[in-house]
């Protein structure tokens, strides 16, 4: 069973900067798509970023593009999200989610992700 732990998530600044880990054991990623979604209070959770399992490929929501980078390490077993030029609408518990699957289609579904976090909280000041 795998399990995931993100770490990194803080109070920052309106265009301040943060990285968040997600480490994981009992499964190695290296045959897994991972992703990044968010949630805010009262909405239900978004889908920020992915990666497919060699990297190969990455998406983006047209909300972050441009501002947030995805990567992983599958030799440590880690992904990351290095956020700058945060936006107070950026504000959200972030989940790191493992895919059943090692890339995707047109999109990226929720329903591929059945491993998830249990998250880390990013606040923006504006």
């Known amino acids: 069973q795998a399990q995931l732990v993100e770490s990194g998530g803080g109070l920052v600044p309106t265009g301040g900067s943060l990285k968040l880990s997600c480490v994981v054991t009992?499964?190695?990623?290296?045959?897994?798509?991972m992703a990044w979604f968010r949630q805010s209070s009262g909405l239900e959770r978004e889908f920020v970023a992915a990666?497919?399992?060699?990297?190969?490929?990455?998406a983006y929501s047209d909300s972050v593009q441009g501002r947030f980078t995805i990567s992983r390490n599958n030799a440590e077993n880690m992904v990351y999200l290095q956020m700058n030029n945060l936006r107070p609408e950026d504000a959200a518990v972030y989940y790191c989610?493992?895919?059943?699957?090692?890339?995707?289609?047109?999109?990226?579904?929720?329903?591929?992700?059945?491993?998830w976090g249990q998250g880390t909280q990013v606040t923006v000041s504006s």
């Open positions: 989610g493992m895919s059943r699957y090692s890339y995707w289609g047109l999109s990226v579904p929720i329903t591929d992700f059945d491993t």
């Open positions: 009992g499964r190695a990623i290296n045959l897994y798509a």
């Open positions: 990666i497919t399992s060699n990297s190969g490929r990455s």
